[in-house]
């Protein structure tokens, strides 16, 4: 793919990479055993600019394209999945804030989160609602003082949120989808961290429960009725951006992991990379790595493009690497053999978080659902 | 509104009327039928709808434009998108 880039995206994957070959790599399985991310890499992170890529320079941000964006994800990808969680929300609900905040919600919390001082969680999901946004039960309903709402309800999955300072929160007022920001401190918010999961170890999920939260009229964003057909949408979009290129990353890390160890470890006179059946392995790994790098390339020119292609363009390579990363995780543990299958090797990390790619953002199996539709939905164009 | 009749607006009703039928599994869409009720597209075309308006004519939604009416059917989408660009509407 880098012959798709021009001179500055290539100098700032160059950048990317040095970074995370410095600060992200060799801390990775630490991080992944104590189920945190040290304050410090963070704080790296968003001296670098990296938690506010895409945000506008008026607002703080580096006001990179979206295919800069996609390569950051892609190099954080390629040392933890869970760090580029941070990035991933932080991208979710700065660029939903960015398109429908007002101009006084931008200006007030656009600059801390585009300088990292700040980081946002985007509380949509709930126990009982995943991918079907639609059955959300957080409720909102209209408190006696001067346009207040009063939220009730509870998040789960809330990926950052144990760090979290601002919640993008979704729920509805009666029939009529509503979102609003909900600072960390505010009376009646509780966070109550999620440990022990099977990949993502480190990406600070929590439970969020909302117990007669008050929400000021500042702090709801958008119009009342548009929350999830509009808003959400925006931050789902960066989120799959982020996800299907961190995704390509992971893709990245189980080829070049296995490369290396195929070609440098011995069985007698030969190497494993000598070995037919492990060439075919690895040879698949590097077809669906260039696919990959083809539909996240493909995805992030058309979210540049503004094209409404965009939307089934993302779906498809969130839905191809997150797959192809399954494939190349259980591959490169293979290769790896017994190695492969302890901590202290990181193929054994990519192997269990490979498996939550197929999970955030929309589940493999919605996606299929939804790109299904879209390409029957297309089939009147073979009629013309 | 039930007619439009300029030829800038005329344009316009082509335009998204092709984006729609290129999008969804139907032989011909009424110059009112309504988009969302009817089924005829899910919320998830609500942003692609809009994207294709935004792209296309050179128009940002904003905010106070969130209204289902301004997209609830081909006639309302152009008449929104003739307004947005000072286009007169009949």
């Given at each position: 793919m880098q012959h798709f880039l021009n001179d500055r995206q290539k100098a700032r994957f160059s950048e990317f990479r040095d970074f995370v070959s410095l600060n992200v790599q060799p801390f990775a399985e630490k991080w992944d055993r104590e189920q945190k991310i040290p304050d410090a890499v963070v704080s790296k992170l968003a001296k670098s600019g990296y938690l506010g890529p895409s945000l506008p320079t008026e607002y703080g941000g580096q006001g990179w394209d979206v295919v800069t964006f996609g390569l950051l994800n892609e190099a954080l990808g390629r040392g933890s999945s869970s760090l580029t969680g941070v990035l991933t929300v932080q991208s979710m609900v700065s660029m939903?804030?960015?398109?429908?905040?007002?101009e006084d919600q931008k200006r007030k919390w656009l600059p801390p989160l585009a300088r990292g001082e700040i980081i946002g969680a985007f509380a949509l999901t709930e126990p009982g609602a995943g991918s079907a946004i639609q059955s959300l039960v957080t409720g909102f309903r209209q408190s006696s003082k001067n346009g207040s709402l009063i939220l009730n309800g509870s998040k789960r999955w809330i990926t950052c949120a144990q760090r979290a300072e601002v919640f993008l929160v979704f729920g509805k007022l009666e029939q009529d989808s509503v979102a609003c920001l909900v600072p960390k401190g505010t009376p009646g918010l509780q966070v109550e961290p999620i440990h022990d999961l099977m990949g993502?170890?480190?990406?600070?999920?929590?439970?969020?429960?909302?117990?007669?939260?008050e929400v000021p009229p500042a702090n709801i964003v958008g119009k009342p009725g548009f929350a999830l057909s509009h808003i959400a949408p925006v931050g789902l979009q960066y989120g799959r951006i982020s996800t299907a290129c961190s995704g390509l990353g992971l893709l990245r890390g189980c080829f070049e992991e296995s490369i290396s160890y195929a070609a440098e470890r011995k069985i007698a006179a030969r190497t494993v990379g000598d070995i037919g059946m492990i060439r075919s392995l690895i040879a698949r790994m590097g077809i669906d790595l260039e696919a990959g790098s083809f539909l996240c390339h493909n995805a992030c020119r058309s979210e540049q493009d503004h094209v409404p292609e965009a939307f089934e363009k993302t779906l498809s390579a969130k839905h191809f690497t997150s797959r192809a990363a399954v494939r190349a995780a259980s591959d490169a543990v293979q290769i790896r053999g017994a190695s492969g299958c302890h901590e202290s090797s990181p193929v054994s990390r990519y192997y269990r978080d490979a498996k939550i790619m197929e999970i955030i953002e929309g589940t493999t199996q919605v996606h299929e659902d939804i790109l299904g539709k879209i390409f029957v939905g297309q089939a009147s164009k073979l009629r013309r | 509104m039930t007619s439009v009749t300029t030829a800038a607006e005329s344009g316009i009703k082509e335009a998204v009327k092709r984006f729609i039928l290129s999008s969804v599994n139907i032989p011909d869409l009424g110059d009112?039928?309504?988009?969302?009720?009817?089924?005829?597209?899910?919320?998830?075309?609500?942003?692609?709808?809009?994207?294709?308006?935004?792209?296309?004519?050179?128009?940002?939604?904003e905010m106070d434009d969130l209204d289902i009416e301004n997209f609830k059917s081909l006639n309302a989408t152009v008449a929104f998108v003739s307004r947005k660009n000072g286009h007169r509407v009949a």
């Open positions: 939903a804030l960015l398109r429908w905040g007002t993502f170890r480190s990406a600070g999920l929590a439970q969020v429960t909302f117990s007669n939260v | 009112d039928d309504n988009l969302f009720e009817t089924g005829i597209v899910n919320s998830l075309f609500a942003v692609q709808l809009m994207t294709f308006v935004e792209k296309t004519f050179a128009i940002e939604v």
